[in-house]
């Protein structure tokens, strides 16, 4: 989490462009092979060793809400930022590449790393 916080919430001056190594293919592709050999990893050690011993429903419950508490709320920023840049700071429905002084560049961004935090749905749901 402290590192997704760290490359998600930088400047909003410094929103990071096409030149980022994160936006290479190499980072969703290496994040995406790691999270897909991860869930059969994960499926097999909850049922050999953690619903053993662990009420996991119970275990996960604070967990859960909190992530889901989380997600709804920065959610909820980014829409209400992204409205404010249509409606307030000028930015054109239907974007251009070079308008970027309204902060819809930063709402994308940060869409765009959210998602990666999104995994943990799924590792929530094997894990239930």
């Not at 996960?60 to 307030?88: P, T």
């Not at 239907?94 to 994308?108: F, K, L, M, P, R």
Request: contains cysteine; hydrophobic residues 45%; charged residues 15%.
């Amino acid at each position: 989490m402290g590192i997704w916080g760290k490359l998600t919430f930088v400047p909003e001056t410094e929103t990071p462009s096409v030149d980022v190594p994160l936006h290479s293919y190499r980072t969703p592709l290496s994040l995406t092979v790691g999270y897909l050999i991860s869930l059969p990893i994960l499926h097999l050690f909850t049922q050999r060793v953690l619903a053993k011993h662990f009420d996991l429903k119970a275990l996960l419950f604070e967990s859960m809400v909190l992530y889901n508490v989380a997600q709804v709320f920065l959610n909820g920023w980014m829409v209400y930022r992204f409205l404010d840049s249509l409606i307030n700071r000028g930015h054109p429905f239907v974007g251009d590449i070079s308008t970027v002084s309204t902060g819809t560049a930063y709402v994308v961004w940060v869409h765009y790393c959210d998602k990666y935090l999104e995994f943990f749905d799924t590792y929530f749901m094997v894990l239930r």
